[in-house]
């Protein structure tokens, strides 16, 4: 068998065993009210309140989970015991509450001592044992008191026919007080009506106030219910109802099954008012959420135009900035440019310059060494003259031409040299000059590769401005995208906003809802407990030995308080009647020429068997809950009423068919001139 622990139809089949149990045992519960005993499984816990949807739940199969589907298997085992048990003892308290209404005694509601399967089971089959022997005493008792319905049915026909004489003699007495008096005003003729209000005798019978109270106690259920349903909650009520609905139908509610009701109602309110509790938790937290996301919201809002402030403000500068360097470095270029030109120019002028200087300095040098070859020629003519002088005795003529010549040619060697000497200083002017201008242009070389440095310089400086153009871009776009995204966690927080509003809107909506409607509930309740007090309080004018009346100690007052105790019988009967007046009509038209006769239940037994008696019962029970056609309207406990349409209004007659738990009489109500109301007698009801 280990091989079946943990399998999912094992477990499945528990479950629906369990919720089967659970059936039974809430139909056994309607009618003999909650076992409390404690549970075999949690022994801290009564059994009949354990929550079984939540247990279901919570041991169920789990796909990959082998561990704990075995352990929701041996969980549901233990449940199912737990049912039975608590089953047997249900069975138990029936036969109790079957045992104790024969004595006459009543059953405690106090929790139950905890006990074993045996001994639970022991004590069922004793109380079974027990419902036995009282069955079959019953049985014998039926047998004796059958010999004697015999004689009760022909007492009773002997009565009948007593009683339709002095109908008939008291019906002509009231005929000829009408026609002799005067007429009687409308508010005496509407109070002078015939109200039947239970007695002694039939007090076990439940009244039109218990219905229309059970009547209000279920809109009150469905309410919840549907509160239940909406809200997705388990509702163990209706559970109970539906239980109830498949035993009872339409029947009314015993005491004990009132009793489980209201429990069950207030299970189910515990729960909606928990569930409201969390939602109004989970709605405060949202709310805070909400407003500290709002409060971001603008935060972020103000941060992102700061940012676009600031943004706008950094590319502007930089746009002026670029701009600035971009005229500067134009400025500059054409700065370089015109001092290249120059110094290029300067440059040309000073290379020709140089050119024709380095030509004058070689012809200068030529014509200083043809003129030291001419000098040095004349020294040697003047040496070779002065020694052909010497030598030769040359004529004194000669000599002085001769002298004259080495004069001029002397005078032209210092014009010459003094001509040599400015070319000198000329040519070292020049020479200095040419070197200034080297000078210049070494300067000039050097401030062109310093601002040819100054160019790189502001050119990668421009390249940075570039590359900080791009960041700023990038980081714009990556703002642009934050902005993006912060505006779409906007538009969802706003989404979500709105969906949490229309969900507090919702909630409100139904709480409030909910509280009008179990305000207006409590009304109903109310006005019904006023109604039920108010009909207790003051019941119908009969003999004050059987009925006796509370009173306020204002006549006044109590006339009031009797006066709308009277009103409201008055329109319950104008209710039955209208029934019956439908009914009637139905039967009318289904079949006009038939007679119908009522007979009397006890001469219908009087020639059957005790199992045709019981079917007959039944056959009746059920044709006067089903067939909408009939002529006698059956209440709570089979009580039937049929109301004569025919006599005058001061002569109100109301035949009552006897039920099973006895028969009902109604005597004549006569209203008189100068009097208020009198009235014969109140409704007596005779339990066989």
């Not at 004259?404 to 014009?415: D, I, K, M, N």
């Not at 440095?453 to 940075?464: F, M, S």
């Amino acid at each position: 068998m280990t091989h079946l622990l943990g399998r999912q139809d094992c477990v499945d089949s528990l479950r629906k065993d369990v919720t089967d149990l659970q059936g039974t045992i809430l139909d056994v519960m309607s009618r003999a009210g909650p076992a409390r005993f404690p549970s075999w499984k949690f022994p801290d816990k009564v059994s009949c309140d354990l929550d079984l949807v939540t247990l279901l739940e919570h041991y169920d199969f789990v796909e990959g989970d082998e561990e704990f589907s075995q352990h929701s298997h041996i969980a549901l085992l233990e449940l199912v015991v737990d049912r039975l048990l608590l089953l047997l003892q249900s069975f138990t308290r029936y036969t109790d509450v079957l045992l104790a209404e024969a004595k006459g005694s009543s059953q405690s509601r106090v929790i139950g001592p905890s006990m074993s399967i045996g001994l639970v089971v022991k004590r069922y089959w004793n109380s079974l044992l027990k419902v036995g022997n009282l069955y079959q005493h019953t049985l014998r008792e039926r047998k004796s008191a059958n010999k004697e319905a015999s004689e009760l049915q022909m007492k009773a026909a002997e009565q009948e026919s007593l009683r339709d004489k002095a109908n008939s003699s008291t019906a002509s007495l009231i005929r000829a007080k009408d026609q002799s008096s005067t007429p009687v005003p409308d508010s005496c003729a509407r109070d002078s009506r015939t109200v039947g209000c239970q007695t002694l005798e039939s007090s076990m019978v439940p009244c039109d106030a218990c219905a229309r109270s059970q009547a209000s106690l279920k809109e009150v259920s469905n309410t919840i219910i549907n509160i239940c349903q909406s809200q997705n909650l388990p509702s163990s009520l209706c559970c109970f109802r539906e239980a109830v609905q498949g035993t009872l139908g339409e029947k009314p509610l015993s005491s004990t099954d009132m009793a489980y009701w209201a429990s069950e109602q207030s299970k189910d309110l515990a729960r909606i008012n928990k569930h409201f509790g969390d939602l109004l938790n989970l709605v405060s937290p949202l709310k805070e959420s909400l407003a500290a996301s709002e409060k971001k919201q603008v935060e972020l809002k103000q941060s992102v135009e700061s940012f676009k402030g600031i943004l706008h403000k950094e590319k502007g500068e930089h746009q002026i900035r670029i701009q600035e360097f971009q005229s500067r470095m134009e400025e500059m270029s054409m700065k370089n440019e015109w001092a290249v030109k120059k110094l290029e120019g300067e440059r040309e002028e000073l290379r020709k310059g140089t050119l024709s200087l380095e030509e004058r300095n070689c012809r200068l040098k030529e014509e200083l060494t043809s003129q030291q070859a001419s000098i040095y020629d004349l020294e040697r003519k003047r040496e070779a003259l002065l020694e052909e002088m010497r030598t030769q005795l040359v004529d004194k003529g000669v000599v002085l031409a001769l002298e004259e010549r080495v004069r001029g040619l002397r005078t032209q060697l210092a014009s010459s040299s003094t001509q040599l000497s400015s070319t000198i200083t000329e040519l070292d002017k020049e020479k200095a000059k040419f070197h200034s201008m080297c000078r210049q242009q070494e300067s000039l070389q050097l401030k062109q590769r310093a601002l040819l440095q100054r160019v790189d310089a502001l050119d990668q400086e421009c390249e940075e401005l570039k590359s900080s153009l791009g960041d700023q871009e990038e980081h714009l776009s990556q703002l642009s995208e934050e902005r993006a995204g912060l505006q779409s966690q906007l538009s969802q927080q706003q989404v979500l906003t709105e969906e949490l509003q229309q969900e507090k809107q919702r909630l409100e909506q139904s709480v409030s809802e909910l509280q009008r409607s179990i305000s207006q509930l409590e009304g109903q309740v109310q006005e019904q407990k006023e109604r039920e007090k108010l009909l207790v309080s003051f019941p119908d004018l009969c003999d004050t030995s059987q009925c006796p009346l509370e009173s306020t100690g204002n006549v006044v007052t109590d006339m009031q308080k009797q006066l709308q105790a009277n009103s409201l019988r008055i329109s319950v009967l104008e209710e039955d009647n209208s029934r019956l007046r439908n009914s009637l009509s139905k039967l009318r038209e289904s079949t006009p020429h038939r007679e119908y006769q009522l007979i009397p239940q006890k001469q219908l037994w009087s020639h059957s068997s005790p199992s045709q008696k019981q079917d007959s019962l039944e056959t009746t029970e059920h044709s006067a809950k089903d067939s909408s056609s009939s002529i006698i309207s059956w209440e709570n406990e089979g009580t039937g009423k049929m109301s004569a349409s025919a006599g005058p209004p001061a002569e109100r007659w109301e035949n009552r068919t006897p039920a099973a738990a006895g028969g009902y009489r109604l005597a004549p109500t006569v209203s008189f001139p100068g009097h208020s109301l009198l009235k014969g007698a109140a409704l007596q009801g005779r339990r066989k």
